[in-house]
């Protein structure tokens, strides 16, 4: 019913290569014959339309088999992965799970039921309808992590038009809506899905090499692993078409090496919000941060320099907070942004921007920077209280190698002098220790100063 036209695509390419999970391949013949197959274990196990279901795996075979078959049943889903362990307890009660189905290493499938009643207003309104369901967390960047619940159905309706088929790799975590739509882009047109054992550069390109991928869907701080790495030297990259990068802003100095380095690979900008979905999107070209965003299903506008979207596929609403919507219907992203024409330039949240005396700094510009000099690792840039004008800019700095501490920062204050002006540059440069980006490979960004941007 709901995901048939996937099934009729996959009964039209059953030879075809549906999934790569440990080396092995999966074809699509045997996606839906474990589709099938769970269809009755779902029914013997009495897991009923508009049941909750917690859903802890990472891509499997049986992780999308289980994925599609929950959905095709009506059910509400919880995507949860390994990343979330530590508030996996607080996310499943959140989303007030009834069911658990976890998918092991060796895509073995543990079923268990939970003590809850799921009784949220937006469920009931879901179930009304008679549609299957998705909850997904924000990062909880700003303060606590947000359920949001979206009508599968909305967020189907785009992949039936067919488009291109492709091998990816699904780098994205399985409970992160970039990643899903990843995965439903994929199965709606019988492409093949590369899944990967760990996300390092070695493994990533090893497997892009290994599998001839075409399309890897990544961020910018895995692109500047990858340079710094240069595990590229390493493999045979020739098939990668298109790496596309999304989820924080990119530096321009990554950008700028990486298109030198491949200039065959198209670099292409996405944008999406767990709370609308995922925009089309067209980079201005592979090396601009200029990108026009939108596409059938979404409308977009700026207001006061932050970038609005009203979309078909927008959330039914947070389990645990506010509707965010304006009257009129449009999700404020957080997001400021420049115009040109048609395209803008996402320069960060309003709320990481920095006031330094009036002037606003976005920290991506100054960590651009920061990441041209020599022995940079990561660079994360943000503001501090100051009495006297506000906030001051601090970067935290990992290093490639160890040097003296002291002769780097003055080189590298040094440097950001004759790149920025003087109110963006670092006032406090902190070296240290491990990553600078979490399991997401986003950035870890301190945000210390205030969590509004004009510095109030």
Request: glycine fraction near 8%.
């Amino acid at each position: 019913m709901f995901v048939d036209f996937l099934f009729e695509r996959f009964e039209q390419g059953k030879e075809l290569d549906a999934i790569v999970w440990r080396d092995k391949v999966f074809s699509y013949g045997h996606l839906l014959s474990r589709v099938r197959y769970f269809d009755e274990i779902l029914v013997d196990k009495g897991i009923v339309r508009g049941s909750v279901v917690a859903l802890e795996a990472d891509f499997s075979p049986d992780a999308i088999a289980l994925f599609l078959s929950l959905t095709e049943r009506g059910c509400i889903l919880v995507p949860l992965t390994k990343s979330l362990e530590m508030k996996k307890g607080d996310f499943r009660g959140l989303a007030q799970c009834e069911v658990v189905i976890s998918v092991g290493k060796n895509d073995s499938v543990r079923f268990s039921r939970l003590p809850t009643k799921a009784d949220h207003a937006l469920y009931s309104k879901l179930r009304s309808l008679g549609h299957p369901g998705l909850v997904v967390f924000s990062s909880g960047t700003m303060g606590e992590n947000k359920a949001i619940l979206h009508d599968l159905v909305c967020l189907l309706e785009k992949f039936k038009t067919p488009r291109y088929r492709m091998r990816a790799i699904t780098f994205l975590l399985f409970d992160h809506l970039g990643a899903i739509n990843t995965m439903l882009y994929q199965l709606s047109n019988t492409g093949c899905i590369v899944t990967v054992r760990d996300r390092t550069p070695e493994t990533v390109l090893g497997a892009v090499a290994k599998h001839k991928v075409a399309l890897l869907p990544t961020s910018p701080t895995f692109i500047n692993l990858v340079l710094l790495s240069e595990a590229y030297k390493r493999y045979d990259l020739s098939s990668l078409r298109t790496v596309t990068y999304g989820t924080e802003p990119m530096q321009e100095s990554t950008l700028r090496r990486f298109h030198e380095l491949f200039p065959n690979i198209r670099l292409q900008q996405t944008y999406g919000l767990s709370e609308v979905g995922v925009l089309r999107s067209k980079s201005k070209s592979s090396d601009s941060l200029w990108v026009k965003v939108g596409g059938e299903e979404f409308q977009t506008r700026v207001v006061n320099g932050i970038l609005q979207i009203k979309a078909q596929s927008a959330m039914l609403g947070y389990l645990n907070a506010p509707s965010p919507f304006t009257e009129d219907g449009w999700f404020d992203t957080g997001d400021l942004v420049e115009v040109d024409g048609d395209y803008v330039k996402i320069l960060g949240r309003k709320s990481e921007i920095i006031n330094i005396g009036g002037q606003k700094v976005c920290p991506s510009e100054v960590e651009s920077v920061v990441q041209e000099c020599d022995n940079v690792k990561e660079v994360c840039v943000y503001g501090e209280r100051n009495a006297l004008v506000g906030n001051i800019i601090c970067a935290d700095v990992s290093l490639k190698e160890k040097a003296d501490q002291r002769d780097f920062i003055t080189r590298l204050k040094k440097h950001c002098r004759s790149r920025l002006p003087l109110f963006k540059v670092p006032v406090k440069v902190n070296i240290v220790n491990g990553e600078l980006h979490s399991e997401r490979f986003k950035k870890k960004r301190r945000i210390e100063y205030s969590a509004n941007a004009d510095g109030s």
